[in-house]
């Protein structure tokens, strides 16, 4: 590629691989992520009674891990800029895989928890430092299709996670599940090690901001912990507590980024329309994302009493129509824009979470799989066209912290996500009076976190209709 293709500093000399090779070697690292998320869901149950608590008790091993991602992605961009993403990169695979040993050797909640937020540190830089890498190194006009080629192998991955998961429950002890992150993370170190390119940001990284990152930290990790004291049988007045200093401490951020000239996270991205959009109707949706994998394992197994391999061979649905959504993708958004399809797909997306509240034990397996298949389709339609219509207006230097904002509120809300789970869970457990969730009220979680969802098509409209078409090559008729 040439320096005229890549609209990228001058400074920088490119002599990188073909975009897909790139695209594909980043997609392993975040393999390696949703294969530990997506195995860990199939075995919430199985934990819950080894550790001595409650299956909706066992969210905060989900959160912990989410909240470690969302604290520190603000961080990746400084540091890759700083250290070189190729060396942020390997580093993030190494802390990962130390993580996931020693949640393999945890023997009490308390201790998973700590686990995770080490594993979580390593996770919070694979997947946005990859995503900064594509950005880099990949004209405009290939982004879509870039995006496609690094979601095959996290694709494969979620489809690995639930089968593997269920077939590890059943016939292996539970700490089986991290401790295949080794061999994997270490392939995928030799993969950065051997073809990413060194990338460099093409100027002097300005001074990191270390009160607004602190500010950031406190914010977001009391609001979300304070959100999970709400689903646990916890004070409450503790929970309000955290979640009023975690507002105090973000409103503290917002006044202290107004007088920062490189806030740790830059909120003047937002006044971008196509970004600014893109986060908001994403944010909604991806509350409902977050909410889906830690109910629909608990709905599975305890609600409809299936076991732990049944489970994962349903739940590897959604993956194998996300992959399926790989070859329809681009030419969708080719032939009817960005806008049309976030506008369409997004309430198609909404219903499709709202189906799992009618499964029944006695449905036939056939039907429950192509309904998962159908609805992993429709949200990867749905988040490749948010990941990418992101980052349209956003200029080159600006791609860097674009990349962190985003990942970090993208993660920020998926923790939201298995939050609010939990929590309507338990009022629906309360309400009913049950001390085990019933599968009335796994429907019930499901229906409210739907209205989550379709409340974001008011945003989708808000697109201007001519959105993405440099990207898809769309043109209006």
Not at 5 to 10: E, T, Y
Not at 448 to 474: C, I, K, N, P, Q
């Amino acid at each position: 590629m040439s320096e005229e293709k890549l609209d990228i500093p001058a400074v920088v000399q490119p002599a990188y691989p073909d975009y897909r090779v790139i695209s594909l070697i980043v997609g392993c690292a975040i393999f390696l992520e949703q294969v530990d998320g997506t195995v860990l869901a199939t075995a919430l149950p199985t934990m819950a009674r080894d550790f001595g608590v409650s299956a909706p008790a066992m969210s905060v091993a989900v959160t912990s891990y989410l909240l470690a991602l969302a604290i520190l992605i603000p961080v990746s961009g400084a540091m890759a800029d700083r250290f070189g993403a190729k060396r942020v990169f390997n580093s993030s695979i190494v802390v990962f895989i130390i993580g996931s040993i020693l949640c393999s050797l945890t023997r009490s909640l308390p201790m998973m928890v700590a686990a995770r937020l080490l594993q979580g540190t390593g996770g919070a830089m694979m997947a946005p430092v990859g995503r900064l890498v594509i950005l880099r190194t990949v004209e405009r006009k290939h982004l879509v299709s870039s995006m496609m080629w690094t979601l095959i192998p996290a694709v494969l991955g979620t489809m690995a996670g639930p089968p593997l998961g269920g077939f590890i429950v059943q016939f292996l002890d539970w700490r089986w599940i991290f401790y295949i992150n080794v061999p994997i993370g270490v392939l995928g170190y030799w993969l950065v090690r051997r073809y990413i390119p060194v990338v460099h940001c093409g100027a002097r990284p300005a001074p990191f901001d270390w009160l607004g990152f602190a500010l950031c930290s406190v914010g977001l990790g009391c609001l979300l912990f304070g959100l999970e004291m709400f689903g646990e049988n916890t004070d409450m007045r503790n929970g309000v507590l955290l979640v009023a200093v975690g507002a105090a401490a973000c409103l503290a951020y917002v006044l202290h980024a107004k007088r920062r000239e490189h806030p740790a996270v830059d909120l003047t991205l937002l006044r971008i329309d196509s970004f600014r959009l893109s986060v908001i109707s994403g944010s909604l949706m991806r509350i409902t994302q977050g909410a889906q994998p830690f109910l629909l394992p608990l709905l599975l197994q305890i609600g409809l009493g299936f076991s732990a391999l049944r489970s994962g061979q349903l739940i590897l649905a959604i993956s194998l129509g996300a992959l399926m959504a790989r070859g329809v993708t681009t030419r969708l958004l080719r032939w009817i824009g960005f806008r049309r399809v976030m506008v369409y797909n997004g309430v198609l997306a909404g219903l499709s979470y709202a189906v799992c509240a009618f499964f029944q034990a006695d449905w036939p397996f056939w039907l429950m799989f192509g309904l998962l298949v159908c609805c992993g389709v429709i949200m990867s339609i749905q988040f490749t066209a948010y990941n990418t219509i992101a980052y349209e207006a956003v200029p080159t230097d600006r791609m860097s912290a674009a990349n962190s904002f985003y990942s970090t509120l993208q993660q920020l809300m998926l923790s939201v996500g298995v939050c609010c789970g939990a929590l309507i869970l338990k009022l629906a457990m309360a309400a009913s009076h049950n001390t085990e969730p019933s599968r009335l009220n796994f429907s019930i979680a499901f229906l409210v976190v739907t209205l989550v969802s379709l409340s974001s098509t008011y945003w989708h409209r808000a697109f201007a209709h001519d959105a993405g078409h440099e990207m898809s090559g769309h043109r209006q008729r």
